[in-house]
Each structure stands twice: as C-alpha cells, then as structure tokens.
C-alpha cells in the first residue's frame, strides 16, 4: 500500500543546532515533494518544494534533500531558534498527472531557548 | 501580502444540516482546492478547482459535497447534509498558474463541529 510516513513522535532540540526531520514514502514515485510548516489552529505555510530530479534545495536556514532511491526527504532546519517550534508535513504529489498533494501526519518539533 | 481568506473560522451544526464554508482565494490565483484535517490526522485532499470546473476529487468528496465559484472572489464547500464524521478543519487553498500549482497557498480553515 501507499504510505508516506514522518516521525510521528516529537523533535526536541536546542536552540542554535540543527534539527532533521525525515518523510519516507512507500509504494509512490512522486515527481514533486513539499515541506510545510504548520502552527496549531493554522493552515499548512508552503516552506520548499524539490523536484525528482533535484538532491537538494535551499532557502535561508531550511535545506531539503531528495533521495529517490532510498525514498526519502530530509528537511533540515540549521542554528534553530524557539520560534522554528512547529509542526512539519511533507506531501508528495504522487505522479506528474496530478494537482493533488498527499500529506504525510507531520512530526512536532520543539526547539527549546 | 495578499493571503487566502476563509470565513466562518468555527461552524456549529447539527447533524443532517447543509453548510457552506467559503473561501476568497488569492486575487490573481487561478487554482482552487479544499482540504480537510481531522483533529490529529493529517491533512487530506478533497478537489480541485479550475476554469469553473472540478479538475480532480478524492474518493471522501462525495456526492454530499460541492464547490462553486459564485462570483469573482467567492469559491464555496458545501456539506449538504453533514455527519459527525465531517468534523474536521476544512483549509482553501489557492495556487497562481498551471505552471506553479505546487506553491499552494492556504488559508487560516474553518473548523467545522457537527453534533
């Protein structure tokens, strides 16, 4: 079956290092990966988008990579700060044919000062 | 910064009722969707809108549900006749173009209770 599956348990970590979440999928070849950062009560915020073709993107202090072969995102947040606390979502699209994003269940970091 | 608008931002029904959750998407934005979040799940796509038409739809947007863009501004979710398990967050979201569909912009949802 499909899955997409994030660390359902919470990150937590100190301030100033750098924190690593991953987004493992199952049974996809997803031609778009995002990453999404949600706070509670809100709507998903648009972080990243990497495309198949592309290891890495970055943008400030986030950085994601994309490993086909090992079906895997790691979106890394570097010299992290207690406003970086969060909840992260990857969502996939699952084929070029399509608009639609599947969501992983996101993992809560927490960065503490 | 222009933002993804949607109002009420909490709905009490009762169960069996119809409502209506809208959304004013961003301005020049020309993709629509509806998500929805049941409390501690993740989110989940309900359709897509483009051109005055459905582009996709889950298999969870059934024949209870419908989307309507009314006017220039409005694009509408109806519930025709809600159950408990419609309880949910239910977030718009809008993109630009076909060709930038992946950045989604959504709004603040709606949290819909059914009783």
Redesign the interface.
């Known amino acids: 079956s499909q899955k997409i599956e994030q660390n359902s348990e919470a990150l937590n970590i100190q301030e100033g290092k750098t924190a690593t979440l991953t987004c493992n999928y199952t049974n996809y070849s997803p031609a ?1 990966l ?1 990453w ?1 950062r ?1 706070d509670p ?6 972080l990243l ?1 990497i495309r198949e073709n592309e290891k890495e993107k970055r943008k400030e202090r986030l950085k994601v990579t994309f490993d086909t072969t090992l079906k895997q995102s790691l979106f890394h947040i570097t010299a992290s700060q207690p406003a970086d606390s969060a909840t992260y ?1 990857c ?1 996939l ?1 699952p084929t070029s044919g ?9 993992t809560r970091l927490k960065v503490l000062a | 910064e222009p933002e993804v608008t949607q109002t009420p931002s909490h709905q009490v029904t009762q169960m069996g009722q119809e409502v209506i959750l809208r959304c004013v998407p961003i301005s020049n934005h020309l993709y629509f969707y509806w998500y929805r979040q049941i409390l501690g799940q993740k989110v989940e796509f309900l359709v897509s809108f483009y051109n005055n038409e459905i582009s996709e739809k889950s298999e969870i947007f059934d024949d209870q549900f419908s989307v309507e863009r009314p006017d220039g501004s409005n694009f509408t979710l109806k519930i025709r006749s809600t159950k408990l398990e419609d309880s949910a967050m239910y977030f718009c979201a809008s993109s630009l173009d076909r060709a930038s569909t992946d950045t989604q912009y959504f709004g603040p949802g709606t949290r819909l209770t059914v009783l």
């Not at chain 1, 009560?41 to 648009?46: L, Q």
């Open positions: 778009y995002q999404y949600q009560g809100r709507g998903p915020v648009f988008l979502l969502a699209r399509t608009y639609k994003y599947i969501f992983g269940t996101g």
